[in-house]
């Protein structure tokens, strides 16, 4: 009898899942079927994806190094290629050594706009920073204090990689000027700062001592100035004495490590 029972027990459970199986088959069937393809789906674009970014390293490379060898026609149009067609950061990258290939071409107007152009489209922070100064570096010669000020300021905070060449490239604005208060204000800022480059903080160092010989020079000419003016005798006063050097190279060449 107790085997009769479990028979009766058994031919309903296969029943059950008889109809069940009628019921819901189709069902996860189908969504099987979907995970399936979804995962296959995946796994094509992936490796396209991949072979996207393989194609575009490698146009890169083969570019960087016709610019290397001085191929500069061939660099441009591997650069300029890439900047339309790669993927990832390589258009941004590309953009930038396109302005690289531009300067070295003697076209620095050119290069700006290129390195402007890499500031807009990058997404990465760290690159868009590079693109803007590499830019005010092009247009060193064109651009006011005000105008590299306004540019580089947002570079100058705390967490910016690019924070002391920022700051370095303002102090040169304004010591190329004739503001020695703030160049003086701003080198002093990065000669203390004991996480700057040790390059940066050399050349930091070196301005300073110039424009302090600067001020030395300076004061004696306004004080006779003002004897003149005053209807005293103004003394035997010398020309002041050239500067060591250019304004920009005893500030440092911006950006140089």
Known sequence: MVDIFEEVDEELRRDKYQDLLRKYGPWVL????VIIAG???YQGWNAWRTAQHEASS???VSALRAAEAGNYSLASTGFETLAEDGVGGYPELALLQRGSVALEEGDREAAAG?????ARQASDPVIRDLATLKSVWARWDALSFNDIEIRLTPLTGDTSPYRFLAREAIAAAALRDGNLERARETYQLISFGFDAPQGVRQRAQEALAVIASRSATQAPAEAAGGEAEAGMPAGDVTE???PAGDDENDAGEPGDE
């Open 30 to 33: 189908g969504g099987a079927l």
């Open 39 to 41: 995962a296959a789906g």
């Open 58 to 60: 490698d146009a890169y």
């Open 114 to 118: 290129f390195f402007d152009r890499a």
């Open 240 to 242: 002041d004495p050239a």
